[in-house]
């Protein structure tokens, strides 16, 4: 009986007594059968206040696990979306975020697996618009301040350096801001995208084999407690880790030297075909010599490319799933099978993303990495055909740097056989697209051994039938040449190539009629060419002849890339007279007549361009017509083109009779037009060409009539200095061939006053630029008025103690021509502006000089400004000048003396007097 009743009060009571004892919170049948009233109300009340504390304690937990539930998708979100709203620009709320790390872990974090057991998921190098990169910790407590880099090693120093916040957006609030101003502005358009993020990421969870919670009442419990993403538990870091610490370069505007540190690879699926010293190639941790600054030639390829795999329920083609079982083959194959694998993996397209993709999935750029490593030539040559034809992908090309396969590619440059340097070279060609790559070639002294690979034997002209021998030493050193190109982008590379004796050898390759090996050679020498250690040596291998040679090739790259390489020479004079003493003005003024291959038309018209600021080289241009094929060239075109065919004009119009052939030929109307763009160099280059062309007043009137001048004083508002102080220059010839220039001048409201403010710049050339203006504005009395009003005598006076030349010579012109209204001499000596001017008198230059010498004839005309000039040893200076073979400055000077004598004998006479 008892057995059959093991509770018998529960029996004689009912149900309720046994929901009270499991939950003694509720008010059960037990309460109704209290003997008094009093008593039943206070447990009741008790039984309310315990309810309502537990209420409270879920509501509060509910808040209190958004602030604690941090956790890598939450981060990786807010760090994806606030890289959208980065880049340059002043409405950008940051200059750039980036990772420390690139390699993510299958638990989402990139923290090194020792410090992911603190709870730290990633590290972020963040660029405000105004402070220094602040180097962030986000862990499943908060973000904060970590220690930065460390100078020595590179490595972070983990070490907290400020309070923690709930989140990213927070941190940055309160450390810049800027970045609190600009993200308020972009608040709404963040929210939203952050709305939408939460919707694609927070999809609601299907089962996947974990046995759900017992118990509806316990799972309610845990939806109050924790929220939509519970964190019931640390973040356990990955056990098949592979590469960490690879700290990425991040992007800032002050390109300074720094050192990373490569840490150490491991992998825990091991690959049967001799992967010991392939392993120790990426376990070993390596100092990195520095991050230096990139050259101007850097490609969008440096954006290292989001990493991305192919999703399992994607609908893949069959190759997909056939290399993936090729690749398996050859992790557990032996020889034979290995080079059959090998070699059937080849049938398939490689070009295709889809079959690249698939060897990187199932992890065999490792096991063809490994190959590499392998004493067995067929295998290293199977595995580098195939890793050369994949290496066009981005990624692919980011993941074969991680792996560490570049040091054991720049090992087999050293190999006997011939084919294996080709392919290893150019593999190295296609994988140092990026920075870090070009970086790793340097430091494992890939450089020297390409620069070796040039050497092709010492005969540079090649016999009528060469043999198989010389034939595939001809193909050595021409991917040698490709490796070489793609390392030449940076800066460090450029010099190490030349350090490695590789301009002499390239030079002799010049002389090559092998079109496919004269590409990569002058392709290497155009992007060098940005260096002026580079042109000079250029000069002394007398390259340039052979660059000339080239341009009536018929290939159409290899006359693209040796115009571009004489664009970058020309820089220099004695680089232009050698083009036009080699024959080289001929073809460049025909090749412009083809204008179907723009990338051919914008080098070739950049090497016009540079070679017209030679007058000869003009002169020549001008015999075959190549002036009236520029202006032809002012439409439709891209702006690349329009840049060089404006600055070529510019140059040419410097002549009397170019600018009278621009004007006939209807050049005059498209410049104009062209003042109305955005990108700088076009604006300073087409201000340059108008400016010119203003100087003959039949062109004058063409650009008055367009309404150029109103166009040219708007460019005084732009925000580059450059292109400010190039308007500014092209107003004077305006202002002085204009009919009424004192008339048109006053029809622009507003604009003596932006050219006066214009004198606040701290720009060297605006300012000179600004003075020139101002000297032809002030020839009118009325401006001169206006200008005077504006307070442009403080400002002129301000400027007077300068060092610089050309702002001297212009500050002193205006000066004069500021002195011959009211009481401006006076003004000038009461701002302390003359004893500066007599300084200018011991310059080296003439014009200043002769600017000096009027400017101080007319402050002369004043008392208290002689007695001044005579303090500062001004006579001695000017008696000096009065023998000058310059006729203005012999007048100015004699006119000073003249009154400062003049004063002097006043002075003597009233004292006798």
Request: hydrophobic share 35%; charged share 25%; aromatic share 4%.
């Amino acid at each position: 009986m008892l057995s059959a009743n093991r509770d018998p009060v529960v029996k004689i009571l009912g149900p309720d007594y046994n929901e009270m004892k499991e939950d003694p919170t509720r008010l059960t049948l037990l309460d109704t059968i209290i003997k008094d009233k009093e008593t039943y109300m206070k447990r009741k009340v008790a039984i309310l206040l315990k309810q309502l504390d537990l209420h409270l304690l879920n509501h509060s937990l509910k808040y209190i696990s958004l602030e604690i539930s941090l956790n890598p998708g939450t981060f990786k979100k807010d760090i994806e979306l606030l890289k959208r709203f980065s880049g340059k620009g002043e409405q950008t709320v940051l200059e750039s975020i980036e990772y420390t790390s690139d390699y993510e872990f299958s638990n989402g974090c990139r923290a090194p697996p020792w410090r992911q057991i603190q709870g730290e998921i990633c590290y972020v190098l963040v660029k405000p618009h105004d402070m220094e990169t602040l180097c962030l910790t986000c862990s499943t407590e908060g973000v904060f301040l970590n220690g930065g880099k460390t100078e020595e090693e590179g490595e972070i120093n983990y070490e907290r350096k400020g309070e923690i916040y709930k989140d990213l957006v927070t941190c940055l609030k309160d450390k810049s801001p800027v970045f609190s101003e600009n993200m308020s502005k972009h608040e709404i358009r963040f929210t939203e995208e952050q709305q939408k993020d939460n919707q694609i990421f927070e999809k609601p969870k299907t089962e996947d084999g974990h046995s759900s919670v017992a118990g509806s009442e316990k799972s309610k419990i845990e939806k109050i407690s924790f929220g939509k993403s519970p964190m019931t538990k640390r973040l356990e870091p990955s056990l098949n880790w592979r590469v960490t610490v690879d700290y990425k370069d991040h992007k800032s505007s002050i390109k300074d030297s720094q050192e990373e540190k490569q840490g150490k690879l491991e992998k825990s699926s091991s690959v049967s075909v001799a992967p010991s010293r392939a392993q120790s190639h990426r376990k070993g941790g390596e100092k990195v010599e520095e991050t230096v600054s990139e050259s101007s030639s850097e490609s969008e390829e440096d954006e290292e490319p989001p990493d991305h795999r192919q999703e399992a329920n994607a609908d893949l083609p069959s190759e997909y799933w056939q290399i993936q079982k090729l690749v398996k083959y050859l992790k557990g194959g032996n020889q034979t099978a290995t080079v059959i694998a090998l070699c059937s993996m080849r049938d398939f397209n490689l070009a295709q993303e889809t079959c690249q993709l698939a060897i990187r999935d199932v992890g065999g750029l490792e096991v063809l990495i490994n190959l590499l490593d392998t004493d067995e030539v067929k295998c290293k040559i199977g595995s580098l055909k195939i890793l050369k034809e994949i290496s066009h992908n981005p990624q692919i090309r980011r993941n074969i740097v991680d792996l560490g396969g570049l040091p054991i590619m720049v090992n087999i440059l050293d190999s006997p056989h011939k084919s294996l340097k080709c392919l290893s070279a150019e593999t190295i060609a296609n994988v140092a697209k990026f920075k870090r790559a070009r970086r790793a070639v340097r430091q494992h002294g890939g450089i020297t051994k390409l620069v070796a690979l040039l050497d092709c034997g010492q005969n540079s002209t090649e016999p009528t039938q060469p043999s198989l021998y010389e034939t595939r030493d001809v193909e050595v050193a021409r991917c040698g040449a490709l490796a070489l190109w793609s390392c030449s982008k940076s800066h460090s590379n450029k010099e190490a190539i030349r350090k490695a004796g590789g301009i002499p050898l390239l030079a002799r390759l010049l002389k090559t009629s092998h079109e496919n090996m004269l590409i990569p050679v002058v392709g290497t020498l155009q992007e060098c060419a940005s260096e002026e250690n580079y042109r000079a040596a250029i000069k002394a291998e007398r390259i340039i002849e052979n660059l000339v040679k080239n341009l009536n090739s018929e290939n159409e790259q290899l006359q693209e890339h040796c115009a571009m390489a004489i664009y970058q020479c020309a820089e220099d004079e004695e680089t232009r007279d050698l083009v036009r003493l080699h024959g080289g003005l001929k073809p460049l003024a025909s090749l412009l007549n083809n204008t179907d291959n723009k990338e051919r038309l914008a080098a070739v018209t950049g090497a016009i361009w540079k070679c017209s600021i030679s007058k000869e080289n003009v002169i020549k241009f001008r015999e075959y017509k190549a002036i009236e094929t520029l202006v032809g060239l002012l439409t439709d075109q891209p702006e690349e083109v329009l840049v060089n065919v404006v600055g070529a004009l510019g140059e040419c119009c410097q002549e009397y009779e170019n600018r009278v052939l621009v004007r006939k030929c209807g050049g005059i109307q498209p410049l104009v037009n062209l003042l109305v763009g955005i990108n700088q160099a076009l604006l300073v280059n087409v201000t340059k060409a108008v400016g010119a062309c203003a100087v003959e007043p039949e062109s004058m009137a063409i650009i008055d009539r367009l309404d150029g001048v109103r166009l040219l004083w708007s460019l005084l508002k732009n925000p580059h200095p450059d292109v400010k102080a190039s308007a500014a220059w092209a107003l004077c010839p305006c202002i002085e061939n204009a009919k009424d220039a004192g008339e048109m001048v006053r029809s622009f409201v507003g604009g003596l006053e932006l050219v006066v403010n214009l004198l606040k710049s701290d720009n060297k050339e605006v300012l000179a630029s600004v003075c020139a203006a101002i000297t032809n504005i002030a020839k009118d009395q009325e401006n001169l008025a206006v200008i005077t009003d504006h307070g442009v005598v403080p400002l002129l006076s301000k400027l007077a103690n300068t060092n610089n030349d050309k702002l001297r010579r212009h500050l002193a012109e205006a000066i004069s021509r500021c002195c011959m209204w009211g009481r401006n001499r006076v003004a000038f000596g009461e701002h302390k502006a003359v004893a500066p001017l007599v300084r200018y008198l011991k310059s080296n230059d003439t014009n200043v000089h002769r600017a000096t010498a009027q400017a101080l004839y007319q402050l002369s005309e004043d008392a208290d400004n002689c007695i001044t000039m005579h303090e500062n040893g001004a006579v001695k200076l000017l008696l000096d000048m009065v023998g000058s073979p310059d006729q203005d400055l012999q007048e100015a000077a004699a006119g000073c003396i003249s009154n400062i004598r003049r004063l002097a004998l006043a002075t003597e006479k009233a004292r006798y007097n």
